[in-house]
């Protein structure tokens, strides 16, 4: 224990005026930790409410701390407007931020490049622009023509950065308890019809949200 905690913790008991600034100090910090002010190249991670299906995402994927995500947006600051490059919908599309935060009540967690990374954030925007109006990935599969959110951000990077800068990794369909399809992913592919694309290549926000190339620099409401 350091001199200084020492006679802190001398002083605390009958110094009320200690105490206070404490306390002021401790949730400054707190508050610090949950506002968070958005740079471009920021990755917005959400938690969305979308039933059985996001139920079924969470169940096989694994968030920065164990959270649960099922969406990731790409931060871009233009003119002091802030939006989101997002795979959402029918297509990629650039979304005000504002309408960004009406897709969830829970909190959505902020990732931020390691400094050595930021210098490919401009590429990384520069693909993800060109990519506006591109169709909706629902098959989820790689290198279709087509982007799911975390796919997009993963070929964004790959442009940028000139080889794999997040990861790919085989997907799986199949509840880990029962190791059998979710019953939702049957009949989502059912009517797509096409086979359960189990054991192909891809990724996804919680797997990019664990990254060792980034850091959670906090939380926005």
Known sequence: MTWIMELLLKNLKNNWRLKYFIFIVVISSLTQAQNVSLKTGDLIFQSMDCGPLCEAINEVTEGYQGKDF????????????????????????????????????APMYIGRLKRKYRKYI????????????????????????????????YDAFLNAYGKP??????????????????????????????????????????????SDKLKIIGIIK
């Open 70 to 105: 099922s969406h990731i947006g790409l931060v871009y600051i233009k003119n002091d407007s802030t939006f989101v490059i997002e795979a959402s919908g029918n297509a990629v599309r650039l979304t005000p931020l504002q309408t960004f935060q009406t897709y969830t009540k």
């Open 122 to 153: 401009p590429k990384a925007i520069s693909f993800s622009l060109t990519q506006i109006g591109m169709p909706y990935d629902d098959a989820y599969l790689y290198d279709n023509g087509k982007y799911y959110c975390s796919e997009l951000l």
């Open 165 to 210: 800068f997040f990861e790919l990794l085989p997907m799986t369909f199949k509840s880990p308890k029962t190791k059998v399809f979710f019953q939702v992913w049957v009949d989502y592919y059912s009517n797509l019809k096409m086979e359960i694309p189990e054991g192909k290549l891809g990724c996804n926000p919680g797997g990019i949200s664990t």
